[in-house]
């Protein structure tokens, strides 16, 4: 491996770098080709540095966005940073490698270098992007109905098949929805997923990770000591189903704070005017379903599937639970 005097490494092992393809809070992801295959990757190169100062900055009391909460000792100071940096990229990897499903990344090598302070994860490459990219509001194009359903029923698959493996992702958004050439879509970044090892326990979690905006209720309210975590997974697909289709986040802050507080208290609009077309009454109902704020009464993943709009009033039914 090259020297980083330059801020960039040129060559990692046998993946020749190329140009920046998408920038995070913790690193960059970048092209590379495999000198001896020629083939091209995605290259996500994590910086330990970076994570450990993002995890140090982070002010007391505000709820987790990202990465992992620091463990504290007795009188409130942080120890064993580099070990949970650590332990969290492992998780993630972990987390990968158990996985194959068409519409999940691939991740097929991670690449340790401990004297750049760097962990290189190569994956496949995704020529086209992101699905929509929420920060960059000039960039979005609403998508029609047909358009984000068939988006939709395969970011139902990629849940239904981490859920049945134990697995919550915790940051379903639509800048982690990756395209292919071809139209089909693969989840990716499991920086702060969650593996239950033991079969016995159920999918209960007490702290919270993700993204302010596609946060659920029951994770904004400081009063609820444990939520299901699928639930939340569900309630992150419905705000991301309502920006493929309105172009917007249903709930917004200028502050993460804020953010929570309007998710907690304000009522979800479905303005037609943000709309060139009207949406069909079973897309709202199910919008309105898969985002109710209560839940108890939200829409589980067995009548998700088999929603009217999902399977197009039943003439193309989602492919059975075993046969995904």
């Not at 490698?97 to 340790?112: G, M, T």
């Not at 493929?244 to 709930?251: A, E, N, V």
Request: proline share 6%; glycine share 6%; with cysteine.
């Amino acid at each position: 491996i090259r020297s980083m005097q330059q801020q960039e490494i040129e060559q990692v092992n046998q993946y020749r770098m190329f140009q920046v393809l998408g920038r995070g809070a913790f690193g960059t992801v970048r092209l590379a080709r495999d000198i001896n295959s020629d083939n091209l990757f995605a290259v996500k190169c994590v910086s330990k540095r970076r994570l450990r100062r993002k995890t140090f900055g982070r002010a007391p009391g505000l709820a987790s966005t990202r990465g992992p909460t620091p463990t504290r000792g007795p009188n409130g100071s942080i120890f064993d940073l580099t070990q949970q940096i650590d332990s969290m990229l492992g998780r993630e990897v972990g987390i990968l490698k158990r996985l194959d499903h068409p519409n999940i990344i691939r991740l097929f090598e991670v690449i340790n270098d401990p004297e750049h302070d760097i962990v290189y994860m190569v994956m496949e490459l995704m020529r086209s992007g992101v699905v929509m990219d929420m920060a960059k509001p000039d960039s979005i194009v609403q998508l029609s109905e047909t358009r984000a359903c068939a988006y939709f029923r395969q970011l139902v698959l990629a849940i239904e098949y981490l859920h049945a493996r134990r697995i919550v992702h915790r940051d379903v958004k639509p800048s982690n929805l990756l395209l292919t050439d071809d139209g089909l879509i693969k989840l990716t970044d499991f920086g702060v997923s969650h593996y239950f090892e033991d079969p016995l326990t159920d999918f209960c979690l007490s702290r919270t990770e993700g993204t302010p905006a596609f946060l659920a209720p029951e994770c904004c309210d400081a009063s609820v000591e444990q939520f299901d975590a699928r639930a939340v997974d569900i309630w992150a697909c419905g705000v991301t189903l309502y920006c493929f289709l309105f172009g917007t986040m249903p709930f917004k802050g200028t502050t993460a704070y804020e953010t929570y507080n309007n998710v907690l208290n304000e009522e979800i609009s479905f303005d037609p005017s943000l709309r060139p077309t009207p949406l069909t009454p079973e897309a709202f109902n199910l919008l309105r379903r898969v985002l109710d704020k209560d839940a108890q009464q939200r829409m589980t993943m067995g009548l998700l599937r088999r929603h009217a709009w999902v399977t197009r009033d039943d003439t193309d039914p989602m492919p059975s639970v075993a046969e995904n």
